[in-house]
């Protein structure tokens, strides 16, 4: 009896570290800065044990069935912690952290119960010596055993969902082994038996992903659906799906969603090439998903697309996956299009192309290496690369959610000398995005789009490029290379972006 | 594993500080190759040791510069400026560059010693003369605030510290530091701001750079008789922080720690600068991949045809009645280690534009200067080149910058070459590391320098660095020690205004002094302005007619 007990102590030490561990993890996956998220998950998930162990003293009666009770609870919460905070981090804009510190404190108030609770129920058959020593010994090892598997074999095997789940499910196990051990000694032990199936029940149909599970709980593990993952030497390249919803992760950042990818290259592309009937030569910079080159190719007039994109992955797994190869009409397999694995910068400096039309679609300025992709030396690198009546584009992140780092980009375009034009459209799963034409002279829409368009129309274009009074101008210096002050505008402007 | 190395590696250079021939005896991780690089302290000391041979020719040129550091470079500059090419210039080394030199590794160039120039101050005109030659300045070089070639402009971010473990913008200790001493910041700074705007009684700038331009109110000279730390403590100021700061600044500048450097000296380097540059702020610094070393190579374009490299003077003799017509002349005699002949150059004007510690080895007579001379302190300096596959990573805190400086360290932290490059690729680079060895006297720490072997400097800079980095052993592919036995003027207590100085900085009928040690210490623009100056007061001698660059 007593051996069975102490390795329920060792399961329950597992399942509680594992589940600190999973919080801090997804914390530190998806907020960054993991030294910080590390440290506050555990002080605050052992600050919630010592509650748990405090509170334990007004558990008097009924020992068993309270540990049984709390062990599903354990189970079900810790279970499906690491899918709640997922879900809520990706499909609401729910206070990530709020939810993610209420959760630790739960776990970590329950898990706190149950070493002082087994201790008092093993008192009755052995020493308090040995129960402190036994139990302990018994605690710390599952810690042990756990902190190894967990790098090592859990979270690349099952990743952070189905860890949680397994976890949750070993919890409820030990939860229906107590009834079976103390069954005499509880009165109601079919109905914490019941109690228990019905969380097994959940949590292996959420393991399973089978359709047994809730539409809820599916979702949250759909969330998750990853169709492709790698890293290149560069970034790293997640695409999930759900449903008939493909999405681009490159870096944790949403690149696309193609339920309304075609909102953002339309108005990426559109606005300034169909203005250009005589564009015979586009260049294309960053896009290595094929997008906005397939948005390119609809103008029987273009001649060449050179697209330069850093990295080898992306322009291989867009010219190769099936899925993704659809989505972009095999854009990257058209003989017109010239792909260049190469530093954009270097790549504009070594080279003396022109080109009718340069789309620069690089990823937001999130840090200094990026920043200066979006510097006056580079919109002045780029204006020797227009040909006369060229035009360029230029994604230019969100004018409402960054609406500083937006304007930061056209003040540091006008400051190449080039006339910049600023546009937004409304992309909904990036909210409302801007991107900037610069050319060397004057540019007015289009009055007509020549190719099939979805979303853009011409009697809806002027509108895109009114700005309402919340995105309107405001003062911003120039991003240069010895200030970067639009890595510091971007950063300041989406942390107050609750996600 | 990453631990292990880590001990491994500070054994070692431990071992190796102790006991030099038994550093191969410990389990050190094998280091990279990289080879061993700086002025020659053998040839050294062969000049000072003398014995060489008779000159086995002579020739006659109207000047003949002594070295070929920046204030040699800069006297060879204005004299073709001026339209007069009558000149040689002798280098001990086998290229000129002194301290500005760069090195080349796989991964680029990188500097083998200087590698900033803050703006140039408005005084500073013959540098803004040069950066204007060079097409990195333009418009009116004089202007207040002229535009900077963007290319050159150190890119953001700028510098960072490492203390506690953690990676912070910004040189000043901030992450935890009390709210009284980042009062006693904000007082330090708002003084050496008010030094900056300060005129002496003769209305002269209180802290000019160049230096001689500087105001000599007495009371501003008595600054020079106490040390920085001595004058910060008077002050009030007492954090721990702000001394580990400004005596870090006095090491980076002056080689010297701020209980030996002059106050004056000390705040000269806060308060001199007032550079200002169109868009950019105040403190940016102009920095490219080589260091100082296209600065070097745009001086030395002029004088190519006119160096003699590898050709050290052993003997300086003023001749007054036998010499060449006119009233006496010059004899050096330079010796030439390649085939070890002395050739003998009988000139009208010496420019001398090497360090003065050699002077009392090769000038014969000239008792004065030779005492004076024996006056200089200077210091030696450790610089390491740790050619790296890849940057090194920091995964939490400031990001890489230009300057990364370890708070608590012997050494000054280290540059990196590719910071100003536009790459998006991760790539191979060159961390260029810097130690002045500034904790003993400057003899001591030559021996120390001097005593110790490639591999035992390249595994101690190692094993700091993976304080940060622990990754760096498995990153590094090469680690170049250079050694520089002396490498700039000590400006100590009393030396600034002590009066030898002086005596090498006024003109003379035919020997001018150049070199950046005149000035007491070692920068760019004061190397640059002795140079010009003797240049200057040469062409005048000669009769020749120039514009000066000068303020």
Known sequence: MSQALLFSVFVVASCGLAYELIAGALASYLLGDSVTQFSTVIGSYLFAMGIGSWLSRYIVRDLIARFVQIEVMVGVIGGFSAAALFFLFVWLSAPFQLLLYSLVLAIGILVGLEIPLIMRILKRQLAFKDVVSQVLTFDYLGALAVSILFPVLLVPHLGLIRSGLFFGLLN???????????????????WLRGQCLAAVAVLVAAFAGAGAATDFAEAQLYADDIVHAESSPFQRIVVTRWKDDLRLHLNNNLQFSSR?????HEALVHPGLATLPGARRVLVLGGGDGLAVREILKYP?????????????????????????????????????????????????????????????FPDPSNFAIGKLYSSAFYRLLEKHLAETGLAVVQSTSPLYARQSFWCVVTTIESAGLVATPYHALVPSFGEWGFVIAGRRGYAPPATYPVPTRFLTPATTPALFEFPADMARVDAEVNRLNNQVLVRYFEAEWRRVIR | MKRRDFLGAASASLAAATLPPLAGCTTAPPLPPGSLLGPSPALGHRLRDGGLPAPAETLRVPVLIVGGGISGLSAAWKLSRAGFDDYLLAEMDGEPGGNSRAGNTPAGPCPLGAHYLPLPTREATATRELLAELGVLSGDPRAAKPAYDERYLCAAPQERLYRHGLWQEGLLPVHGVAAGERDQYARFLDRMAAFRRARGGDGRRAFALPMALSSRDAALRALDRLSMRDWLRQQGFDSANLHWYVDYACRDDYGAGSDVVSAWAGIHYFACRNGEARDVADDIVLTAPDGNAWLARGLAAGVRGRTLT?????RVAESGERGAGRGGA???????????????????????????YLLPHVFVGNDALKQAARTWTHAPWLVANLTLAAEPETPAGAPLAWDNVLFDSPGLGYVVSTHQTLRQRPGPTVLTYYQALADVAPTRGRELLLGLSREAWAAAVLSELARPHPEIHELATRVDVVRYGHAMARPTVGFVWGGARELFAADRPRIRFAHADVSGFSLFEEAQYRGVLAAERTLQQLGVRFTTSLA
Not at chain 1, 172 to 190: C, T
């Open chain 1, 172 to 190: 409820v196990l030990v939860a229906l082994w107590a009834i079976h051990l103390f069954r005499a000694q509880l009165p109601s032990a079919a």
């Open chain 1, 260 to 264: 309304d990818e075609y909102r953002y």
């Open chain 1, 301 to 361: 007039q273009v001649e060449s697309v050179t697209l330069v994109d850093l990295d080898p992955a992306m322009t291989r797994l867009f010219s190769t996956a099936p899925a993704l190869r659809a989505l972009n009409a095999d854009a990257l397999l058209s003989p017109k299009v010239r792909t260049i694995n190469a530093d954009a910068l270097k790549w504009l400096e070594e080279s003396d192309e022109r080109f009718d039309f340069i789309v620069v679609d």
């Open chain 2, 310 to 314: 590898g050709a050290a003077a052993c």
């Open chain 2, 330 to 356: 010059v004899e050096v005699d330079l010796w030439r280690a390649a085939d070890g002949r002395v050739l003998r150059v009988v000139a009208e004007q010496l420019i001398w534009a090497a360090p003065l």
